[in-house]
């Protein structure tokens, strides 16, 4: 694919907007095919348009630190390099947004964000947050001078209470994780926006994925997620994206990804571009899975947390903001040596963190993603230490649940029924360990 230098007048005047109206470099340009016809998502994820001089329909890998020649729309990989602005330009299209930028992480993407902010400025978040996100923003009280206040963001009375015209960020996750609470964003965009005009809403979009939600359709300034999740959806690579529907917003964004040089590499650009195509297609067979094996787990018992599920305390606000409740559950045993056992005792769900992947995937947080936030904070913010989450991937969803089915009962977390079901057992009993559940386990 050829960066043309086109010397036409016409392109030397329009050199900044493509048809979609983006004041960005304009080559290449993936976008629709320009015959007014607005497109659903699931097609524009698919589509793309390069204008390569060899026609090839795979966006080539710019492999190269550096291009050659003065003043040229590149010149150094740092500052830009043509495989990353077609992913780029891909995503503005896809999450509806002016700018998106991409970088090596959904962490790197939430350090770009928080560069915005100065000693002696405030953020209002989350008590439920990503367990990397909160050691970020500790890190940042710690040493960046920036006050963070933790509030319970299901209760907009909590928030008020901490916001004030020293708000300069309010940092969201919906659902969150992995407590799977929701969290009213137009609500709160306004309620930080009125409190301080220059106030940025920042929405963490990774449980979702902009195919089933678009913060910056509900309020906020600016979105960001791990492209390592669903956008990617193998686990083969590590990505994160940030988008704003505000030009200078995202100048000042571009900033630090130029300075420090956390932009995504050519070929990590290309692999997130090959995993968008599919993710219409993943992110439906994955959610339809997880509503069965939510329905499944609450049937027998278990208090299940999922926002497909009619019993999740904030389904209709949830479903007031988003398309779909995604692939990611979580639920209690009410014993952490059974959570264990079930844990252990899955085949099909491997023992891993993250989520949004093909395969599914079983996790206990409080030991693993949520493992940097202290005990002593775990237990003040309400996160069970027994809580087990499920990511579910694309695999039949009848085998699922049998894996889940026998690793509940090697666990001793159910009792068979006199009817051949089996039931979830109150946890004084797990915790008595009740023999005649056990002697029935062993084997699935
Ligand atoms: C909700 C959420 N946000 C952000 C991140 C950070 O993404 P990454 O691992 O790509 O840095 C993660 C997981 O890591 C996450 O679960
Ligand atoms: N050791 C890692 C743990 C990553 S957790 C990844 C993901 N966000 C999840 O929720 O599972 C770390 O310390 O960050």
Redesign the pocket.
Known sequence: MAAPVNPSPLNKAFKHLDIDGHDLPPSPAPSSPGNGKKYTLATELVYTESNDQYNASSVPIYQSATFKGEGNEYDYTRSGNPTRTHLERHLAKIMGAHRALVVSS??AALDVITRLLKPGDEVVTGDDL???TN?LLKFLTTHGGIIVHHVDTTNPAAVQAVLSPKTTMMLLETPT??LMKIVDIPTLSSAAHAANPAALVVVDN?MLSPYLQNPLDLGADIVYE?G??YLSGHHDVMAGVVATNDPQLGDRLYFPINASGCGLSPFDSWLLLRGIKTLAVRMEKQQANAQAIAEFLEGHGFKVRYPGLKSHPQYDLHWSQARGAGAVMSFETGSTAVSERIVEAARLFAIS???GCVNSLI?M?CR?????IDAATRKERSLPEDII?LCIGIEDVSDLIDDLQQALVRAGAVRITTEGGIQALDSRDVEGGTAQTRQVTDEP
């Open positions: 959904g962490m990503y367990g990397g050691r994780n992995p990774t791990s390592t999740k963190v993250s989520f996790s947080p693993m993603s949520h493992a940097s989450r």
